[in-house]
C-alpha cells in the first residue's frame, strides 16, 4: 500500500479543525468492599455528605462517612447488584425528593419514587428538595395556639394538641396507635372539605418505617374509604425495604410537609414509628464501623430524631421577611411521632429520647384497652404542654373539660382503692360514679372522628352531673341518643359553639333541658323501678 504523506496531513489538519472539546468533569472512584447495603469508595475525593452517588446498574447510594481513605456509604436499591472494583460516580447532588401537589394521595417510597402503580408523578427538577434542610429559627416560629382537631373526646379534650406542637404516640404494641392517627387524618377532612386545593385544608402525611406491607396497603384503605386520601401522601418504607430506606423515610415525608409550610399550609404528619426507625439507622450506622453508644446505639441516634422533630413548628406572619424560603407565613408543622414500648417501658433509650424532644405524650395502656376502654388514654400520665392554649374557649370552660383530666386520673386511683371493699364517704361514692360515666362517655369506635362542637355537648352531659343518676351501662346509648336529638331539635348549639367558639349560659341551659328530656326517653320512672 502506497501511503502518501501530503494526504495523510491534509486529513489531519481537516480533523484538528473541526474538533470541539468539551470539558467535564467527574469524580469516577472504585467499590472496595460492598455488603449488607454498605460499599465502601475509594477515590472520590470532592465528595459531599449526604450526596447521591450512582453505581452500575442503575444502584443509587448515599455517601454518609467521609473518611481519610474512602468514603462509607449505603445502597438504595438491590446490593446484589454491585461488587467489589466497580465504577462509582458522583452526581453533585445532595439527596433530594420531589415535592408538591402531585404527590398528594400518591403512595411513594423514601426517594419520592411513586409504588402505587398509577404512573408518574409529574414533577420537575424545580419541585425537588434535599432532605436535610435548617429546622425554623426562633425568629421564625410563633407560639403554638391554634387547635388541631383529632376527633378524639379523651385526646381534644384532656390533652391538647396544637398546630405546630410535637406530640408523641406512645405505648406498646396493639394498643391503637396507628389507628388514632388514621382518625386524626380523617378528622382534617372538616377543615377544608377534603378539597386540597382549599387553602384551609389541613394536609396529612402518613410515613410507614419497618411496618408489614399488608399494615401500610390497609392503612392507605382506610383513608380512601374515608375520603381522606385526596389530602395525604403516603411515604411508604416497609420491613421488606432496605434498612437505609426506612430511616431515610422520616426524612423524606418532612420535607415533602415543608414545601406546604413554607407555602402557608398546614400539615401534620404522623411517624410510624420512631422505634423502628432507630433500629435501622443502628443497622446502617454500625455496618459503617461507627462506635456504638447506649444500648448499642450509636451516639448520634438522638440527633437523628431531634433533627427531625425540630423541624415541627408553628412558623411566623412575618417569617418570609427574615427568610426568603418562607413563600407565606402562618404555616405549620404538627408532629405526631409514634413510639412502640416493651412491656409498657417508657425509660428505655429510645422513648426517653423522643419524650425529651417533645412537647407531651400520649400514653396508650395495654390494660385500658383490653378492658374495652378505647381509645386507651391513661389520663395520668399523658400530658400536652401546650395545653389549654391549643382548645377553644367552649372546651376550656370548667363546666365541661376544665378538670377532666385531673378528675378521671384521681378517679382512676380511686377505683383501684375502692376494690378493697372498704366503706366509702359520700364524696367518694360521688368521685367514683362520675369517673365512671365519664369513662364510658369517652370511649369512641375506630374511625369515627367527632366534630368539637358535638365532643363538647356530649362531655358537657357528664361534666356537669347530668348522667350522674343515670345507668352506666347505657351511657353509649345516651351518647347516640342526645346528639341526634341536639342536631334536630338544638342545631343553634352547635352553630354557636362553632362560630363564637364559646359555650354561652343560654346554651348550657338548653343542654341542661335536653340531657333531662333524653335521658327521661332512654330511662323512664317506671323502668328506674
Do not use: W
Not at 458522583?90 to 420531589?98: A, F, K
Amino acid at each position: 500500500m502506497d501511503l502518501r504523506p501530503a494526504e495523510v496531513t491534509s486529513i489531519l489538519e481537516k480533523e484538528i479543525a473541526s474538533y470541539k472539546g468539551e470539558k467535564s468533569l467527574q469524580s469516577v472512584g472504585t467499590v472496595l468492599t460492598v455488603g449488607d447495603g454498605v460499599a465502601r469508595v475509594y477515590g472520590l475525593d470532592d465528595c459531599m455528605m449526604n450526596e447521591l452517588l450512582e453505581f452500575p446498574g442503575g444502584v443509587r447510594g448515599v455517601a454518609l462517612n467521609l473518611e481519610e481513605d474512602n468514603v462509607g456509604c449505603v445502597l438504595l436499591g438491590d446490593a446484589t447488584k454491585v461488587k467489589e472494583g466497580d465504577p462509582v460516580r458522583t452526581t453533585g447532588r445532595v439527596i433530594s425528593v420531589p415535592t408538591g401537589n402531585q404527590l398528594l394521595g400518591r403512595v411513594v417510597n423514601a426517594l419520592g419514587d411513586p409504588v402505587d402503580g398509577r404512573g408518574p408523578l409529574g414533577t420537575t427538577d424545580a419541585d425537588l428538595r434535599t432532605i436535610e434542610s435548617p429546622a425554623p429559627s426562633v425568629v421564625e416560629r410563633e407560639p403554638v395556639k391554634e387547635p388541631l382537631q383529632t376527633g378524639l373526646k379523651a385526646i381534644d379534650a384532656m390533652i391538647p394538641i396544637g398546630r405546630g406542637q410535637r406530640e408523641l404516640i406512645i405505648g406498646d404494641r396493639q394498643t391503637g396507635k396507628t389507628a388514632l392517627l388514621i382518625d386524626t387524618f380523617i378528622a382534617q377532612k372538616v377543615t377544608g372539605g377534603g378539597d386540597p386545593k382549599h387553602p384551609e385544608q389541613v394536609i396529612c402525611v402518613y410515613v410507614a418505617m419497618g411496618q408489614k406491607q399488608s399494615t401500610i396497603v390497609d392503612v392507605v384503605r382506610k383513608l380512601e374509604q374515608a375520603g381522606a386520601m385526596a389530602y395525604t401522601i403516603v411515604v411508604s418504607a416497609s420491613a421488606n425495604d432496605e434498612a437505609s430506606m426506612q430511616y431515610l423515610a422520616a426524612y423524606t415525608g418532612v420535607t415533602m410537609a415543608e414545601r406546604f409550610r413554607d407555602e402557608g399550609r398546614h400539615v401534620v404528619i404522623g411517624y410510624d414509628d420512631l422505634y423502628k426507625q432507630a433500629l435501622a439507622y443502628r443497622q446502617v450506622m454500625l455496618l459503617l464501623r461507627r462506635p456504638p453508644g447506649r444500648e448499642a446505639f450509636p451516639g448520634d441516634v438522638f440527633n437523628l430524631h431531634s433533627r427531625l422533630l425540630e423541624r415541627a413548628a408553628k412558623i411566623s406572619r412575618d417569617a418570609p421577611k427574615i427568610n426568603k424560603r418562607f413563600v407565606k407565613g402562618g404555616g405549620s408543622i404538627t408532629a405526631l411521632p409514634i413510639v412502640e414500648t416493651q412491656e409498657g417501658d417508657v425509660a428505655a433509650y429510645i422513648p426517653t429520647n423522643v419524650i425529651s424532644i417533645t412537647d407531651g405524650q400520649i400514653f396508650l395502656e395495654s390494660a385500658l384497652f383490653n378492658s374495652g376502654i378505647k381509645p386507651a388514654v391513661n389520663a395520668g400520665i399523658s400530658v400536652s404542654r401546650v395545653g389549654g392554649s391549643a382548645q377553644i374557649s367552649a372546651m376550656k370552660d370548667k363546666t365541661v373539660a376544665g378538670g377532666l383530666r385531673l378528675g378521671l386520673a384521681s378517679y382512676r386511683a380511686l377505683a383501684a382503692f375502692a376494690q378493697f371493699g372498704s366503706d366509702l364517704d359520700k364524696a367518694t361514692q360521688q368521685e367514683l360514679t362520675r369517673g365512671e360515666r365519664l369513662t364510658e362517655l369517652l370511649k369512641q369506635g375506630q374511625y369515627q372522628p367527632i366534630p368539637v362542637e358535638e365532643q363538647i355537648q356530649i362531655i358537657y352531659a357528664g361534666t356537669s352531673g347530668g348522667l350522674d343518676d343515670f345507668p352506666a351501662k347505657k351511657v353509649v346509648e345516651f351518647e347516640k341518643a342526645f346528639l341526634a336529638y341536639m342536631k334536630d331539635r338544638h342545631p343553634e348549639v352547635g352553630e354557636e359553639i362553632r362560630t363564637t367558639k364559646k359555650l354561652s349560659d343560654k346554651a348550657k341551659a338548653t343542654l341542661a333541658t335536653a340531657i333531662a328530656t333524653v335521658k327521661a326517653q332512654l330511662n323512664p320512672p317506671s323502668a328506674k323501678k
